[in-house]
């Protein structure tokens, strides 16, 4: 190992010559970072023109928010309109206890039972849809559904519903 010594010595005095002339280089190839030229005054319209492009820049005039303020702010905004639309609109009439809800459904061309049971769920004739298409698979009615407009008014039975969407 002591007959290794003066070399690794020159290998180390080496590399550390060639990191400091590479760093030599560098520095000269860039003046600026060695010796920065005297910065000349900015104007306004510079300054704001440098820091957009790193920054978002407001007017001191303009209102700055964060998210929890602007919450805030439209949750206020919100309340005011519904006290004034609730000052604004009457109460309204109670519904008449002898009026008839009237439903209207549509059966298009191609429309098949689950979709006509989907629609009277939906518009509230019927609570179960499972039970009208049981009832319909047991009277055969599957393909004898009438195509257009239905009404059904007031409370309906599921034998009348039946009757209404097949016409018998």
Known sequence: MLKNKSLLYGLGLGLMAGALLLELMNTVANPQTVMP?????LDKAQIK???LQHFKVYEKEEAVY???QLDQ??????????QKLAAAQPAPAPAP????KETYIYVFPGTVVSQVGD??????VIADKNAFL???NN???????????HVFKGPQTLDQVLAAITGQ
Do not use: C, H, Y
């Not at 030229?37 to 005054?41: C, F, G, L, V, Y």
């Not at 629609?119 to 509230?124: A, D, H, K, Q, Y």
């Not at 009277?139 to 407009?149: A, S, Y």
């Open 97 to 100: 206890a002898d009026a008839v």
């Open 49 to 51: 023109e440098l820091a």
């Open 119 to 124: 629609m009277l769920v939906t518009s509230g």
């Open 139 to 149: 009277r055969g009615l599957n393909e004898k559904v009438k195509i257009g407009v």
């Open 134 to 136: 049981t009832e319909m």
């Open 73 to 82: 702010t439209v949750q206020q905004k919100v309340e005011e309109e519904r």
């Open 37 to 41: 030229q005297e910065a000349a005054p």
């Open 66 to 68: 964060d998210q929890a």
